[in-house]
């Protein structure tokens, strides 16, 4: 299966969707393995820690389905357009990733077919159920990549310029949260053409956030149960008041 669903039918107006939540590799992929040591599929590198916890938790905060994947990102990423040069990585922090350096277009394509179509065709009937649909994408990120300085944000809002009216009020009103550092379209730019927010929300006009957990913050299922219950009331006082 390439995605799971939570709450199909809550009647909340959120979609919550959890493009790398699992560290999965299908027994079809290289005999259910990418040749890096099980370190480092544990790692950032292949899912985005504590993402999908989290988001199940602000699924049931919200009364809103959850859309979560089942395979890895580094088989395939469902948060990159089919022809962007890094949907299935090569390389990722340091890491060489074996089964993916030789890749034939004939796997790719297989890999589309089976985890990344069937995904995004969840992720847009999900949209449709609601005709004022809202797209809340949960990541997570790493304190640090290697060789890189720390990352001081604990609380990352990403956008793109083509419609930041969500995610501009959502920082506003996080910065009043004197304890957390909030990035503004930080650690990564939430301009990326082809992605899950460009596709499923930017085309059609949909209200749409990528909110980002620094992944140290939401290890366990209890700090992912205390984010969302921190975070749901700030989304819906948010989105309430757009």
């Not at 290890?219 to 700030?234: F, G």
Request: proline share 7%.
């Amino acid at each position: 299966m390439a995605f799971h669903i939570d709450g199909e039918h809550r009647p909340g107006r959120w979609l919550v969707t959890c493009d790398h939540a699992s560290n999965h590799v299908p027994d079809w992929v290289n005999g259910g393995t990418l040749g890096i040591p099980a370190a480092d599929m544990a790692r950032h590198i292949a899912w985005d820690v504590g993402a999908a916890g989290l988001a199940r938790e602000l699924g049931q905060h919200l009364d809103s389905p959850v859309l979560l994947s089942h395979f890895s990102r580094l088989v395939i990423d469902p948060n990159r357009g089919e022809d962007d040069p890094t949907l299935v990585m090569q390389l990722y922090d340091g890491t060489i990733i074996p089964a993916n350096r030789h890749i034939t277009p004939e796997a790719v394509e297989d890999r589309l077919d089976r985890l990344y179509r069937p995904y995004h065709a969840a992720y847009a009937r999900l949209a449709a159920l609601h005709p004022q649909r809202v797209i809340l994408a949960i990541h997570s990120f790493t304190p640090c990549l290697r060789g890189r300085p720390p990352r001081p944000w604990h609380v990352g809002v990403l956008y793109s310029h083509l419609d930041d009216r969500l995610s501009r009020r959502l920082i506003d009103r996080l910065t009043r949260e004197t304890d957390l550092c909030i990035g503004d379209n930080e650690p990564y730019s939430g301009h990326l053409p082809g992605d899950a927010i460009d596709r499923h929300a930017l085309r059609l006009g949909r209200h749409n956030t990528l909110v980002e957990l620094r992944n140290d913050l939401i290890d366990t299922p209890e700090s992912q149960a205390h984010w969302a219950a921190r975070l749901a009331p700030i989304l819906t006082e948010v989105l309430k008041d757009l």
